[in-house]
Every structure is written in C-alpha cells, then in structure tokens.
C-alpha cells in the first residue's frame, strides 16, 4: 500500500460517474427496492408536472425486453437550448446533477423532485436510456448509454400542437444492479398509493412481460379518504373515517384517519407525494396535537380524574390508522431517498390546522369523541398490566436466559457470529443441541404450537411461556405495540432461524412464529435477522452414498442422475425428529451445505402485508375462507 497522500491522491468524479460509483447515496441500494426507484423517480417527475395542473393521465409499462417506459401529457420537458451550458435543455436534465425546473420560481409551485438529480439518476444508472418529447407540434428524441449521449437531439416525428408530454423507456444497467428485474407488485402498490393522493390523476398500469400480461386503472377520487377505507376494509371500526384539508402560510395539510378495533398503530405519512417511510416533523406535528386535544376532551368530560396521569401518545394512538399529507413549496428530506421530512413550519402548521379541526369535528361528534378516548382508556388499562407483567417477567429468575430449561444457549457472546434456531419439539431439538457447533448455535425448542397474538391480549402474550422464552433469549425487548423498550442494537443474535417440519403443522408453526415477529418485533424481520430452515424431503441412499432432495422435481432430477432401480434406498422425512444428528447437521444447520430463505418486509406493500395478517390470523372466518380459495392454486407439496 502507498504511503504517500498528497494532491494526486485526491479523485475528481466527473458528469454521472460519482452516481456509478455510489448508487445506494442516490437510490438507497442496489436490490430490487433500489432497481423499483428509478421508475418511482420517472413517475414522481411526471406528478410534479399533475401538481404544477398540465398533467392528468401517467402511464408506467414494463416492457417484454425488461425496459421500463413512463408516459405523461404534461408539457413535455424543454427542448430549447439552455443559455448557461449551451445544450438542449432535454439533455441537462438526463445529464447533469442538479439540473431541473424545481429551483427557480414560478414553473413549480410544489414538487417532489427538489434536488435535480432524479433523471440524471435513472440516466446514469441505466444501461440506455430513451427520451421522447412532444412539445410545439414536433417530436424529439435522444439516446444515452450508461448516462453517455449517444446522439444529439433530433426531431423524429410531428404531432397535434396541444398533444404534449415525455416518455422515457429505460433498461437498468446490470453492472449496478443485483437483479434487474422490476417487481410489478411493489410498483403497482406505489402508483395505487400515489393515486389516492391526486384524485384528479389517472395512472395506468400496463405489464406486458410473458406470462404476466395485465393491465390496471388507478383513479381514485375520493383521495386519501379511500385510502383509509381501503386499509381498514377487513377490520372492526370504532370510528367514521375523520378528514380535513386546509392550507395555512403556504402549506397545505390534509389529514383522514380512522379508529379500530386493533391493538396497533399505522401513520402513513407524505409530502409532495412522497412517501416519508421514517415519518418527520408532519407526523410528529400530527401526533403531538391529538395527544394533546384527546387529553384535554378526557378532562373536560371528567374521564381523566384531577389525580390520574394523562393519557400517553401511545395510549391516544392505540387502533389508529392514519394518512397525513402535505404539499409544502420548499420541502427539507434527509437524504436522496426522502425518507423523513425536516421542515420545522410543516410541524408548526401541521399542529396548529389539526388543532383546530379536530376541535371543530369533535365539538359536533361527541359520541365518536367518546370512541377514541375509550380506545386511548383500553390501551393505558393494557399498557400497565403489561409493565406489571414485564416487571415479574424480568425479576423472576425461573426465566432467566439460561436456567429456563429450554435454551440452550451458544458460547460466544458476540451477536455477528451467533445464530439461534428454533426448533419445533423436543424430539429434534434434542438432535439439533447434539448437531449444533456449540460456540456459535443456540437452540430453543418449542412444544406444540405457540399463542396465536393476533387474537391475544397483550396480558395473555406477554404470560405465553414460549413468548417468555424468546424474548429473554433475543435480549432486545418488546416492543408492545408501543416501542417502549425495543433496542435492535441489544440483539444476541444475527441470525434467528425457524426449523419446523416440512408438512402443513410446520408452516402453521412459521406462520405463528412469523406473526408475533410482525406485530411486535418487526425490526427483527426489516433488519433481516429472521430466516426459514430448509430441510430436505427425501434421502436417496445408493452404494452408500446420500442424496438429498428438497423438493419432488428434485427427487427426479436425482434419481434421473444415479438410475431408477431397487438400489436406491428413498426415505421421505415427515418431520426433522426422523433425522439423526448427523443427518440434521449436514441438511439443515451446516452453513456451508444449508438451505436458508430470508424472510423480508416490502415497504412498499405494508398496508396490503397487514391486511393479509389480518385475514389469516384473525377472528372472521369468511374473509380467511374466500382467501384461502383464491389462492389455493398456488399451493405445492401440500402434505395431507
């Protein structure tokens, strides 16, 4: 290595390059959620342009050739030579960081796009890129690859002088990406998102890769309201869906939000259209002003005695589900990615517009006032039998982490190298603690199927043994559906690993594990420390050789291989207990031979995750019934 650091060591990135060289600054990473963003990118350009009232009609199609194409009839972007770099205004845009129509006045009274680098973004990132633009009767084009110009912008066709607008068909360069193949789901879920926020847009949807083929209309004119609606359509409401909009110095808030009969928390927060994953002042601003108002109305209608405590933030939000949106003129995000918002006037405003209107709404409606303050009243009752319970939980040395008589814990104490796996029965979690490498694998077998926490109170969870057990073992808390005490950095272990049998008692375990990891414990799946066990179905024995195969095509590939006759001895494994040490080492819990799948949260479909949850798990058998029917199809190795 070089010693010497002086001015040559100092490297200049030029153009798009610094984009090449560091994507995950721009677009936040380069898996399938980083590939979904560069459409996002195109489309929120082409809202802008909805926002700024020339825009009504956006189509998004994903290619059979795996491009992308974004269409609008706004304006089209400006063709015109631009003065300070002397090229086609077109061109700056898809070449040149920080170059857009967001910074000066008067073209964009509101936009997403703010730091004139989405375009260039996408441009850089694609392996080309083709932009269309109809403006004045004429048509233009221009190509780049890998944000290089390939030619100069020609005119290529005419067109009607009021038919406006840009289309953009890009194919993702592979060089960058992980995979370059968008995920239709995800990007359905955000132009149906972005939908509900502009009533008077129209988003179509066209996939045309093979075997895919569909198209789908988004226009939704009831908004944000809808949006509600949509979210709570499998669940028991408490309240009327609540909804106010109004503008104050510049800043427009609009709010629809919505009580059930739920044991959870969901704010979807935006600004400009975009979605604010990690919330800001907006929702803080939201959320500081209910607390605050639902206090007020609980004293004054003697709920609250003189003596008692105020209800807490947590306690006020209990089976709230809320959208607060707002259209600021000179946003602040952290990062490219825009996912918080940093205006200290949009919490300003936010408090003072929700103030008055929830005053105003519940003024008129004092039995929905009731409503809500009975669900903030249920909570706190929860919220101290839970501290009580969690109290005892942490005192009693009958659950500490290793005198519980199931744990067997690993003997490192460093989280990186650690892997717990939980193990369905006793019979393999005896062969698993006999397999396992003892310095980095901890084992935890569970007996029978644990407590359903869907339909659980939060006393009858946190009193679960098996619960018990886990949450000592993981060391990282709970978060209650509060948040209390939850600390990801406290976890023991990197890897949490569900090892159940490969039969239909197996999934329900997942299934069971999987919804208490959601609903209580979801960093441990965003952060990506849960995963699934793969153990194999069948052992192939010849000439005393094993072979093994997870699946039933890949029985017949092996037995293909090796020859089909009576000298293959097959074993199908109903459960892991039929493995021996050996056996389960080798298949399951070696990581150099292993099978594991990650279990992984889409962002981008959290609303539609936890409607599914909610069906699956839940109390109403109809919904659980027509799902099951619906989706039967797609079931494989059923074991019945």
Known sequence: ????????????????????????????????????????????????????????????????????????????????????????????????????????????????????????????????????????????????????????????????????????????????????????????????????????????????????????????????????????????????????????????????????????????????????????????????????????????????????????GADVRNGLVAVVAVKHPDPRFEGQTKTKLDNPDAEKVTKSIAGEQLTLFFDKNLETLKNVISCAEKSAKIRKAEERTKTNLLSKSKFSIDSNGKLSNCESRKPEECEIFIVEGDSAGGSAKSARNRKTQAIMPIRGKILNVEKASMDKVLANAEIKTMINAFGCGFSEGYGNDFDIEKLRYNKIILMTDADVDGAHIDTLLLTFFYRFMPELIKDGHVYLAMPPLYQVTRNKKNYYAYSDDELNQILTEIGRDNQNKIQRYKGLGEMDASQLWETTMDPNTRILKQVKIDEDKLSEMDQTFTILMGDDVEPRREFIEANAKFVKNLDI
């Open 1 to 312: 290595m070089a010693n010497n650091y002086d001015g040559n060591s100092i490297s200049v990135l030029e153009g798009l390059d610094p984009v090449r060289k560091r994507p995950g600054m721009y677009i936040g990473s380069v898996g399938t959620k980083g590939l979904n963003h560069l459409i996002y990118e195109i489309v929120d350009n082409s809202v802008d342009e909805h926002l700024a009232g020339y825009c009504s009609e956006i189509t998004v199609t994903l290619e059979k050739d795996g491009s992308a194409t974004v269409e609008d009839n706004g304006r089209g972007i400006p063709v015109d030579i631009n003065e300070q770099v002397g090229r086609p205004a077109v061109e700056v845009v898809f070449t040149t960081l920080h170059a857009g129509g967001k910074f000066g006045d008067g073209n964009y009274k509101i936009s997403g796009g703010l730091h004139g680098v989405g375009s260039s973004v996408v441009n850089a990132l694609s392996l080309w890129l083709e932009v269309n633009v109809k403006r004045d009767g004429k048509i233009y084009n221009q190509r780049y690859e890998q944000g290089k110009v390939c030619y100069d912008l020609k005119e290529v066709g005419k067109c009607r002088k009021n038919d406006t607008g840009t289309k953009v068909s890009f194919f993702p360069d592979a060089e960058i990406f992980e995979k370059i193949y968008f995920k239709a789901d995800a990007i359905k879920s955000r132009l149906h998102e972005t939908a509900y926020l502009n009533p008077n847009l129209t988003i179509i949807f066209i996939n045309k890769r093979v075997g895919e083929e569909e198209e789908v209309t988004f226009h939704e004119e009831n908004g944000i309201k809808a949006f509600i609606s949509d979210m709570n359509k499998e669940k028991e409401k408490v309240t009327d869906i609540i909804y106010f909009k109004k503008e104050q110095d510049g800043i427009e808030v609009e709010i629809a939000f919505q009580y059930i009969n739920d044991f959870t928390e969901n704010i979807s927060g935006f600004c400009n259209n975009i979605y604010t994953q990690e919330g800001g002042t907006h929702i803080t601003g939201f959320k500081s002003i209910l607390t605050s108002t639902i206090n007020q109305y609980a004293r004054e209608l003697g709920i609250l005695k003189e003596k008692d405590n105020n209800f807490t």
